[in-house]
T-cell receptor, first 114, second 113 residues
Framework: AQSVTQLDSQVPVFEEAPVELRCNYSSSVSVYLFWYVQYPNQGLQLLLKYLSGSTLVKGINGFEAEFNKSQTSFHLRKPSVHISDTAEYFCAVSDQGYADGLTFGKGTHLIIQP | NAGVTQTPKFQVLKTGQSMTLQCAQDMNHNSMYWYRQDPGMGLRLIYYSASEGTTDKGEVPNGYNVSRLNKREFSLRLESAAPSQTSVYFC????????????FGSGTRLTVV
């Protein structure tokens, strides 16, 4: 079974500053990794995913994440945030060989301060 | 528009009432899922269907039943609703044959009073 730990429940950042949202996972098998964003009162939108290949993954809205197998991490970064990035961010993992769904972290609330 | 459609979007139930949440996808995906989202808990898997004709329990199945009606549709039933089932419910689908990820519906906000 997998598990996902998002180390920060809230991250306050000033506008135009860089941000990193941390995600660590545990699994006994090879995995796929995802970051989703949820804006207030909306559904989940895929930011980016790691399936294979390059460990640096670029997503929408200027976000990127790096898969680090040795540290079992998949941290999300953005070099300069905007007010519109205020949202809840979820890291998720899926076993490669099974169709038994995603395991989510508890989420990180990104708060952008003007 | 292609994707995952959930109905209804909002529902208020009294304790003990029953209801069925509907989910349909038009992407010809084999696998479908039901999640619930509660504050501070992330999303937790209730039930899933890896392929048409199969269903399996997820992390939090108690109090729920599911039906994979056909390849497109996967419903979630609450037989006797309880206040602890107040949550936002999301349906999702994926295809392991051509795996690009998981597509989520827009959610159903359920309140049990």
């Amino acid at each position: 079974a997998q598990s996902v730990t998002q180390l920060d429940s809230q991250v306050p950042v000033f506008e135009e500053a860089p941000v990193e949202l941390r995600c660590n996972y545990s699994s006994s098998v090879s995995v796929y990794l995802f970051w989703y964003v949820q804006y207030p009162n909306q559904g989940l939108q895929l930011l980016l995913k790691y399936l294979s290949g390059s460990t640096l993954v670029k997503g929408i809205n200027g976000f990127e994440a790096e898969f680090n197998k040795s540290q079992t991490s998949f941290h999300l970064r953005k070099p300069s945030v905007h007010i519109s990035d205020t949202a809840e961010y979820f890291c998720a993992v899926s076993d490669q060989g099974y169709a038994d769904g995603l395991t989510f972290g508890k989420g990180t609330h990104l708060i952008i301060q003007p | 528009n292609a994707g995952v459609t959930q109905t209804p979007k909002f529902q208020v139930l009294k304790t003990g009432q029953s209801m069925t949440l509907q989910c349909a996808q038009d992407m010809n995906h084999n696998s479908m899922y039901w999640y619930r989202q509660d504050p501070g808990m992330g999303l937790r898997l209730i039930y899933y269907s890896a392929s048409e004709g199969t269903t399996d329990k997820g992390e939090v199945p108690n109090g729920y039943n599911v039906s994979r009606l056909n390849k497109r549709e996967f419903s979630l039933r609450l037989e006797s609703a309880a206040p602890s089932q107040t949550s936002v419910y999301f349906c999702a689908s994926s295809d392991r044959q051509v795996f690009y990820g998981y597509t989520f519906g827009s959610g159903t906000r359920l309140t049990v009073v």
